[in-house]
């Protein structure tokens, strides 16, 4: 099975720069993908890390580190558009969904 | 925009209803997911088609069905619908049933009001 622990809400301020931590208990997965979500609407795709490391979009970069059970989605140079809710899922070894955490809720402040 | 579409986009119903949500997935892709997500919750994992055939199930309950037809859209079949049905159900569809790229085109959601 799967555990995704993420914090329920984090704010910043315009600029800041933001961590969401995303902890987890699976018995093994292929990778561990992150989605945003604004107020109700359509999840959107940011990034997915199927190896260690880190990996940079644009402001947003995300990491992962299987040895350690955690990921994080890093939010740098915050803007208040990126007020939103933002998911870490995994694709469980021998699954065909994505399973999703309950999100962390991410208020950029002026 | 996805490329994903679902309809109604609002629906508001009584206990006890049956109600019929529908999704086009993107244009080539073959699977179809189906989560719900109530309040302030996290996405649930209903139900998945490739192709036309149920490949993976997850919590739905017995009152819930779905459907992929030929031309790959999807319906949900919500029926006996109870107060804690409300929610918003999100429909998302990739181009094969392996996700190698951890990446599901969301539809904008049908939210779902049973009064």
């Known amino acids: 099975g799967q555990s995704l622990e993420q914090p329920s809400e984090v704010t910043a301020v315009e600029g800041a720069i933001v961590q969401i931590n995303c902890t987890y208990q699976t018995s093994g997965f292929y990778g561990l993908s992150w989605y945003q979500q604004h107020d109700g609407g359509a999840p959107t795709f940011l990034s997915y890390n199927a190896l260690d490391g880190l990996e940079e979009t644009g402001r947003f970069s995300s990491f992962l580190s299987r040895s350690d059970s955690y990921g994080y989605l890093l939010l740098q140079e915050l803007q208040m558009k990126d007020s939103a809710s933002y998911f870490c899922?995994?694709?469980?070894?021998?699954?065909?969904?994505?399973?999703f955490g309950a999100g962390t809720t991410v208020t950029v402040r002026a | 925009d996805s490329g994903v579409t679902q309809t109604p986009k609002h629906l508001i119903t009584a206990t006890g209803q049956r109600v019929t949500l529908r999704c086009s997935p993107r244009s080539g892709d073959l699977s179809v997911y189906w989560y719900q997500q109530s309040l302030d919750q996290g996405l649930q994992f209903l139900i998945q088609y490739y192709n036309g055939e149920e490949r993976a199930k997850g919590n739905i309950l017995e009152r819930f069905s779905a459907q992929q037809f030929p031309d790959l859209h999807s319906e949900l079949n919500l029926s006996s619908l109870e107060l804690g049905d409300s929610a918003l159900y999100f429909c998302?569809?990739?181009?094969?049933?392996?996700?190698?790229?951890?990446?599901?085109?969301f539809g904008e959601g049908s939210r779902l009001t049973v009064l």
């Open positions: 998302a569809s990739s181009p094969t049933g392996s996700l190698s790229t951890g990446e599901l085109f």
């Open positions: 899922a995994v694709l469980l070894l021998g699954d065909y969904k994505l399973s």
